[in-house]
């Protein structure tokens, strides 16, 4: 598989998953007063102005991470540069979201570009 493409998958995947974790850390930080909080995580999952906001923020970093981890990442050992982004970026989400979603988000954005410029300046370059 060529190295755009493997970088495509990875970052639409990478911002769903984060996406979907975002609004896990929103569930969990609501009061218990709150509507949202009393219908059950499932559901609010399943609502589909939540689903609809979530995919549309997930596919427009996507876009933005694709030419850039595309680019920066293409030599280095891609499974140590996942489990840095994703870890970085996860921790992240769960601890800055429930304080404020608006930072948590900026944060997390910011976090997960500082971990692609850490796996380029810091891991080695793949071996064949």
């Not at 030419?67 to 499974?79: G, N, T």
């Not at 140590?80 to 800055?96: G, L, Q, R």
């Amino acid at each position: 598989m060529n190295t755009w493409r493997r970088f495509g998958i990875l970052s639409a995947y990478g911002s769903c998953l984060a996406a979907f974790l975002f609004i896990i850390s929103l569930y969990y930080s609501l009061p218990e007063s709150d509507g949202a909080k009393q219908q059950g995580l499932f559901l609010t999952l399943l609502d589909p102005l939540i689903l609809t906001f979530a995919f549309f923020v997930a596919s427009v970093v996507a876009a933005i991470y694709w030419p850039v981890s595309a680019i920066l990442l293409r030599k280095k050992e891609i499974k140590k540069s996942i489990i840095i982004i994703a870890a970085t970026t996860a921790i992240t989400i769960i601890f800055i979201t429930p304080i404020n979603p608006m930072y948590g988000f900026l944060a997390s954005v910011i976090s997960s570009l500082t971990a692609i410029l850490a796996c380029y300046a810091f891991l080695p370059n793949q071996t064949k």
